[in-house]
Structure formats: C-alpha cells, structure tokens
C-alpha cells in the first residue's frame, strides 16, 4: 500500500467516545503528519512529528492526541473534545530534505453516529 | 506561517483541450512546490514537483512553472482525457520546512467529453 498504511478505512464513532486511527510506514521516513480533508476545505494539518518522541500542533490540534513512540507508527486520537469529528484523515510521512514529497497513506473516513 | 492559494475551485474543459490551475503563496522563502492529484475516495499522489531554483519543468503532459517574483506557479496539463478528471492540489514548502508542506484548497478538474 505504497509503504504507509491507515487502518482502519471506515470507523464510526458514538458521542463522547474516543478513537484511534493508526498509521504505520516502513519507508524509515523520520517526519509523519496528520491532515484532515473535508470537502472545499483542502488538506488542514492536526499534528506532526519530525522524530521519534516529539511532535507539534498543526494547525487544527483541538480535540486531537498523538504519540510517537517508534519511528514506524504515528497514532491520532479523535477525543470527544473534538465537536465535528466527522471527515476524511490522511496520513502522510516524508524524508528529512522532502526530496520526493510526501507519501499519503488511503485514508481513514471517520464518522460520527 | 505560509499561505496557499489555488484558483479556480473548479475548472470544466472539453476533452483534447488544456488546462490550467494557479497558485500564490505568501513566504518568499518557500523553495519547494509540488502537486497533487486526488481521486474520489483515494490518497492524493505526487504528479509533479519544481524547486525554487527552477523556472520550469515538464513530465509528458503535465507542466509546472514557477515565478518567484511574483509568488505563484501553475500547473498545466495538456491534451486532457477522461483519466485527468480528479481534485488537484497545490502545496509549499516554507523555508524552514519545520511544519511541512501547506496545501491549497483544491481545484476538482473535470474533463467533459
């Protein structure tokens, strides 16, 4: 799946409930994001982490977690603080220099019930 | 921080004829600009890609040129066929790079046949 993968592709959430979408790469990309897609909206960056055991809010952050404890996997957490969860969540890691752009994970489309 | 801004939201071209999508952005430092494609429901993929020490470059039917001066590049696609139709994406690279690639807000490409 072009070495990053999202799981899972569909995931619902009740009110109040928190979830975890996971995204892992065996590209050995240091740098990993988080963008939530919705529609007219473009590509607006949650979190991101240049190395291991550190990261930085986007753009977007509230009602969002991460944790970036191996350099493969870069977990987000949708907590019920986060009021319209409902979109499309991308992951996407690159290379320190970005010398090929990023690699996008398919996708995880979230939506709440 | 930096800011992309992409035109037309929509763009609708007869099949065989070009099309072609803009962006500004704001930080002169920025010195890498790629582009996306995105099919429905998919991952967005790197089509094309120029740095900030190049003018322009080709891949087939795709084009993208750069003008530093004035802080925009273009993406242009020739010969369009029925495939091309998808939502394109610009994005920049500021010059610290620190936060990752910023995106426009997208541009739905449809080829009319």
């Known amino acids: 799946d072009g070495g990053i993968t999202q799981s899972p592709k569909y995931l619902f959430r009740k009110e109040g409930q928190n979830v975890t979408l996971s995204c892992e790469q065996n590209?050995?990309?240091?740098?990993m994001y988080w963008y939530r897609q919705d529609p007219g909206q473009g590509l607006r960056l949650i979190y991101y982490?240049?190395?291991?055991?550190?990261?930085q809010k986007g753009d977007i952050a509230e009602g969002y977690s991460v944790s970036r404890e191996k350099k493969e996997s870069f977990p987000l957490t949708v907590t019920s603080a986060q009021k319209n969860p409902t979109a499309f969540y991308l992951c996407?890691?690159?290379?320190?220099?970005?010398?090929?752009?990023?690699?996008f994970g398919s996708g995880t489309r979230l939506t709440v019930v | 921080g930096e800011n992309v801004e992409q035109h037309p939201s929509t763009l609708s071209v007869q099949e065989g004829d070009s099309a072609v999508i803009k962006c500004t952005y704001s930080d002169s430092a920025s010195n890498y600009f790629p582009w996306y494609k995105q099919e429905l429901g998919k991952r967005p993929q790197l089509i094309i890609d120029?740095?900030?020490?190049?003018g322009e470059k080709k891949d087939q039917r795709i084009a993208v040129t750069l003008n530093k001066t004035a802080k925009h590049f273009s993406l242009h696609i020739t010969e369009t066929q029925p495939e091309d139709s998808a939502v394109y994406f610009c994005?920049?690279?500021?010059?610290?790079?620190?936060?990752?690639?910023?995106f426009g807000k997208g541009t739905h490409l449809i080829i009319q046949p």
């Open positions: 120029i740095r900030s020490n190049v």
């Open positions: 994005a920049a690279l500021s010059g610290g790079g620190a936060d990752g690639l910023t």
């Open positions: 982490s240049q190395i291991v055991n550190d990261f």
């Open positions: 590209l050995n990309h240091d740098a």
């Open positions: 996407a890691s690159s290379t320190p220099k970005r010398t090929g752009g990023y690699t």
